[in-house]
T-cell receptor, first 112, second 120 residues
């Protein structure tokens, strides 16, 4: 069965520092993988997605993620954190024909 | 493009009453819509999947008689919480998918802003 695990429910980085949010997946078939961001009391916004093309995926706001099949990982990175990046981040994996399931989320805190 | 709206954005109702939440795709036709529930500081849990013109498919553990879903058109789905109780208080989020390759294919879902339901 497909599943997704996000390591670290809270991550704190200083403004300008590297952001690294970890996501590992389990899937019996080649997966599609997603990273979403959620600001307080709002819906989800797609940051980027992996759909079996390039393994290094670039998204909005300078975020990127690399699909590593050998490690079953899809970690999200950003070279330089900005205060506006403070939010909840969800990794997601496809399940079945059209559904996706979400990880438990990682709250990113940006320290001034 | 690909905007999904929800109405209302928040609602407070008394225990025992029913509440309807609307989800609309504003600039595309949504062949599939999804309803999620999110408790504070938790992840999204899929409640049901609905396809236009057919009955919704509910996830295990979701009471279909309590959470009525209607996907009447390619741009509108509604979730009705019947006989609401305080434990139904939550953040309800819908998403929509067109299934078209130009819009990300089957798996790309566009999310609404959510509806905060508080049952007193």
């Amino acid at each position: 069965a497909q599943s997704v695990t996000q390591l670290g429910s809270h991550v704190s980085v200083s403004e300008g520092a590297l952001v690294l949010l970890r996501c590992n997946y389990s899937s019996s078939v080649p997966p599609y993988l997603f990273w979403y961001v959620q600001y307080p009391n709002q819906g989800l916004q797609l940051l980027l997605k992996y759909t079996s093309a390039a393994t290094l995926v670039k998204g909005i706001n300078d975020f990127e993620a690399e699909f590593k099949k050998s490690e079953t990982s899809f970690h999200l990175t950003k070279p330089s954190a900005h205060m506006s990046d403070a939010a909840e981040y969800f990794c997601a994996v496809t399940v079945g024909d059209d559904k996706i399931i979400f990880g438990k989320g990682t709250r990113l805190h940006i320290l001034p | 493009g690909a905007v999904v709206s929800q109405h209302p954005s928040w609602v407070i109702c008394k225990s025992g009453t029913s509440v309807k939440i609307e989800c609309r795709s504003l600039d595309f036709q949504a062949t599939t819509m999804f309803w999620y529930r999110q408790f504070p500081k938790q992840s999204l849990m899929l409640m049901a999947t609905s396809n236009e013109g057919s009955k919704a498919t509910y996830e295990q553990g979701v009471e279909k008689d309590k959470f009525l879903i209607n996907h009447a058109s390619l741009t509108l789905s509604t979730l009705t919480v019947t006989s609401a109780h305080p434990e139904d208080s939550s953040f309800y989020i819908c998403s929509a998918s067109s299934g078209l390759e130009g819009m990300g294919g089957l798996y790309e879902q566009y999310f609404g802003p959510g509806t905060r339901l508080t049952v007193t």
